[in-house]
């Protein structure tokens, strides 16, 4: 809600603006009629943080469970979590995933122009991402799946293919489409892509495929570096960020904790430059909690970005879950 | 303290200047010289309403100083009193107490009858030179009997001490300046903004006053020392203990045998960085202590905010220094203690760069920001040093991210960037030291000169070649305490080469260390004369330091003018002020 009002303040200069107006105007007079339209008219992409929260948290429970037992100090993370907790975590993680993708097929199919108005939104355009990481992450937790099965290799590929197809849509229009240059769209949501290509990283190691999941990790990579700089450089200011979407800062720490991961899996030990990636997350995150004027705006009101806290958290702690039980 | 120096002369100056465009002023009547409310803040603000921002600058910093002259029987003479007043009204009160003990110094050379009587025993100092509408003001000679209170905006509360043991010296007492002081210090807390800087300043290290702006301090006289000591001197302390590394590491490492390097330059060159250091700290402690708005400036300056990274630096050079004589191995708990500063320092530094806003990368980078990063790697070569494993790695990390950053902006030589020089300048220089001491860690953490610290090496020496063929280009800079900033990055790439040359040992690698060490210690040598030239001889050693004095708001088209036509500079100087200003 919060991301369609404020695009319609934040982006004057958008040609299809007034495409945006009717579309607004023509839903509140269709607020009218039935809830369930006014539903649609209110969802928007950055509903699926809450899948992602969830499913990133799936994760990690499964991540706790899965832990030699070696580790002495997570050994009593180990017996915390029962089986039971945890196959009901997966499953809310499971429907809600499900629930936002149905909603949003709907939509796409009753409200095609805004969601077209959406995606050409420098901040809408990354939560093109948002379904295909979800669904890796959910996959990559599940319970009764595991890599060898042909169903999950097949999953894999459901999901992946359109992250790939998005990247060279997205990335080549970093660098060759006038008004999408990085510099003008850059953004913290921009990570995005970055960390789609990493979670695909690490389904794909797990899954034997080592090619793949270096390609996509270079991939990741290259453009991570990018994006890192031409953040930092902040070359618009804050002021490209409604203050509502404040929370997506901690996006900042989730691409190098999800890069480390990435990589773990594909040399399968927690080395230096694993670690150099961990230590450069727990800086950025010790950098964005001393700071906490930052987010004093946006948390006024309640709002669904909120839970963009949530997922950036749970990647950095499977990443010092992996740390740990590497020093063991 | 001459009390029979009661008649003082009346500075030509204030004869000659008459209030009478600015009425008001600097004059008031002194009919009204008792008027409570005249001496309030609010009289300072009425009378200069032509001047609004001198005003405000003037309420700002001086408080509520009143300013009282006597109309003589023919012109206006402005004869300016600064009596800073109390809120509290006590004012009246006090000054007439003060003026029971007698302590007054008339410098009214017009006929004492026509003075007011009561403003004749008020007690009456030297004028303030408030802001400057007019530039004559400036040339006020300071009388020696007068402590001189220009300087109060920029000090603390511990500068009161100073003036109790001014007080017990039978100096003018300054009861009023106690409660004086409180008020000016609320209105000095913020400092100006990062834009304020840019827009007053120029030059490489932005510490020229542009020609539009004004000071508010006077420019035309010495500043106590410690307002004109910069954050700069520990730049010093950094050329002086890589300097001792260096012949550590001429006197440890085994290719270099063959010079037959005694321990003792080290041992001198360890001892004499360390009292240097221990000197420096002081005097820098003090200026916190006795002029805390100054260091305040100095921290948001967006070039000096990096040296205060030096300090920190310099005490890991002096522990990675160690004579082994003195110490074979430090405790890792000196590492912690050395490291947490600098951590913190980079969190907020870092921070402001990420979260945009007014400090943000694209707007502020400049080649002093390297100094940031370089904390980082010299942390992770002494804690690899002393054997710790995962601290290095996360220096190293953090390092080796925002370094990548930082060259980028730098070479990318931005549009918003308004900082970076446009001519070469030595500051440059430090771009070599990052990849020469991130080599050098790097090497230490993995145990070998492996491919990494080979790549970093080269990146190093590269950018040393680059700057070395163009050394015609450096010259023609005024010289300053900060060059010896930028002296290390080439002691630390003879450092970096001398590992290197123990991993490829042959008879180029050996040459080139040998070069790289001689020209360092060249260059150190040069700039221990030039400073001791100018220390001793030439007595400029530390100038004014301008950058701390720009007003928090652009002076008003109109000040400047007046400021143009009264200083002494031709027509052409002024044209072209002038039109800078216009641009600006």
């Known amino acids: 809600m919060e991301t369609d009002s404020q695009k319609q303040n934040e982006k004057p200069h958008q040609s299809n603006n007034s ?283 309640f709002s669904v970005a909120w839970w963009a806290y949530s997922f950036p958290l749970t990647v950095l702690a499977l990443a010092a879950t992996e740390y740990a039980q590497e020093n063991e | 303290m001459e009390k029979n120096e009661l008649q003082v002369e009346t500075p030509s100056v204030l004869k000659q200047s008459s209030c009478q465009n600015i009425r008001g002023f600097d004059c008031v009547d002194c009919e009204n010289g008792n008027d409570h409310s005249r001496l309030g803040n609010a009289t300072s603000d009425k009378e200069s309403k032509k001047e609004s921002v001198a005003s405000s600058e003037n309420t700002k910093l001086d408080g509520q100083d009143i300013v009282i002259s006597i109309p003589p029987m023919t012109s206006l003479s402005a004869f300016s009193l600064s009596l800073p007043s109390s809120p509290s009204g006590l004012h009246i009160g006090q000054t007439k107490l003060v003026v029971q003990q007698e302590k007054c110094r008339n410098t009214n050379q017009n006929n004492p009858a026509n003075l007011n009587p009561q403003v004749a025993r008020q007690k009456q100092f030297r004028s303030q030179p408030i802001l400057v509408a007019e530039g004559t003001k400036r040339k006020l000679v300071r009388s020696e009997t007068m402590r001189d209170s220009r300087f109060d905006p920029f000090k603390t509360w511990l500068g009161k001490l100073e003036r109790q043991i001014s007080n017990l010296r039978g100096m003018p007492t300054e009861e009023e300046d106690l409660e004086a002081g409180e008020t000016k210090r609320h209105e000095t807390e913020e400092a100006p903004g990062v834009d304020r800087y840019f827009d007053a300043l120029e030059g490489p290290e932005l510490d020229t006053l542009r020609a539009t702006e004004v000071s508010v301090l006077p420019e035309d006289e010495k500043w106590p020392f410690l307002l004109r000591f910069p954050v700069n001197a520990f730049g010093m302390c950094l050329g002086v203990s890589s300097q001792a590394i260096l012949w550590k590491t001429l006197d440890t490492s085994p290719v270099m045998s063959f010079l037959h390097i005694s321990p003792m330059p080290n041992l001198i060159l360890w001892w004499a960085s360390l009292v240097l250091m221990v000197f420096v700290s002081f005097l820098y402690l003090l200026k916190i202590v006795f002029y805390f708005e100054a260091v305040k400036r100095e921290y948001h300056h967006p070039v000096r905010a990096n040296f205060f990274f030096a300090p920190w630096i310099a005490c890991l050079f002096l522990s990675l220094g160690v004579p082994p004589s003195i110490a074979a191995n430090l405790q890792p708990i000196i590492w912690y203690i050395l490291m947490a500063p600098l951590f913190l320092f980079e969190l907020k530094i870092y921070g402001q760069w990420m979260s945009g806003g007014q400090r943000r990368l694209s707007k502020v980078a400049n080649p002093s920001n390297q100094l940031s990063i370089i904390g980082n790697f010299i942390g992770a070569l002494l804690g690899a040093n002393m054997g710790l494993k995962e601290g290095p790695i996360f220096f190293f990390a953090v390092g080796l991210a925002h370094y990548m950053v930082l060259f980028v902006t730098l070479y990318q030589r931005l549009p918003t960037n308004a900082t970076l020089p446009k001519e070469l300048h030595p500051v440059f220089f430090l771009f070599v030291a990052p990849p020469s001491v991130a080599c050098m860690a790097w090497a230490k953490i993995q145990g070998d000169f492996d491919h990494g610290a080979k790549i970093l090496y080269f990146i190093a020496l590269f950018l040393y070649m680059s700057l070395a063929v163009r050394v015609n280009f450096f010259r023609g800079f005024r010289f300053s305490l900060s060059w010896w900033a930028y002296t290390f990055p080439m002691t630390g790439a003879s450092i970096a080469t001398i590992k290197y040359t123990m991993a490829v040992t042959n008879i180029f690698t050996r040459s080139l260390s040998l070069c790289l060490c001689a020209i360092s210690t060249l260059t150190i040598s040069t700039l221990l004369v030039y400073t001791i030239i100018h220390a001793f001889v030439l007595r400029d050693l530390f100038p004014n330091d301008i950058s701390i004095a720009i007003t928090k708001k652009k002076p008003k088209f109109s000040k400047m003018l007046a400021h143009f036509r009264s200083s002494s500079s031709d027509r052409k100087d002024i044209d072209s002020s002038i039109s800078k200003g216009l641009e600006i």
């Open chain 1, 19 to 301: 495409t945006d107006l009717q579309i607004m105007k023509r839903d509140c007079l269709n607020k009218e009629t039935t809830s369930r339209l006014s539903l649609l008219t209110k969802f928007h992409a950055g509903y699926f943080r809450i899948s992602f929260a969830l499913c990133g948290q799936a994760l990690l429970w499964k991540t706790l469970r899965e832990l030699s037992t070696d580790a002495r100090a997570l050994r009593p993370f180990v017996h915390i979590l029962p089986s039971t907790a945890f196959i009901l975590l997966w499953s809310l993680a499971f429907l809600s995933f499900l629930t936002l993708c149905l909603l949003y097929i709907a939509r796409c199919l009753t409200r095609f122009e805004s969601v077209r108005a959406e995606f050409q939104h420098h901040v809408g355009m990354n939560y093109l991402f948002a379904p295909w990481i979800a669904g890796l992450l959910l996959l990559q937790s599940t319970p009764f799946l595991g890599p060898p099965n042909r169903a999950y290799i097949l999953l894999w590929w459901i999901l992946s293919l359109p992250i790939i197809a998005l990247d060279i849509k997205i990335y080549g229009q970093w660098f060759t489409r006038g008004k999408k240059f990085l510099s003008m769209v850059a953004n913290p949501t921009s990570h995005l892509s970055v960390i789609g290509n990493l979670v695909a990283t690490r389904a794909a190691a797990e899954m034997g495929g080592k090619e793949i999941a270096l390609c996509l990790f270079s991939l990741g990579m290259v453009h991570y570096v990018v994006l890192f700089v031409t953040l930092y450089q902040r070359f618009l200011g804050s002021n490209s960020l409604p203050v509502m979407l404040r929370p997506v800062f901690f996006l900042f720490f989730a691409a190098p904790s999800m890069a480390s991961l990435a990589w773990r899996s594909i040399v399968s030990s927690f080395d230096t430059a694993c670690k150099m990636l961990f230590f450069l997350s727990l800086f950025l995150f010790a950098s964005l909690v001393s700071r906490p004027t930052l987010f004093k705006r946006s948390m006024r009101k």
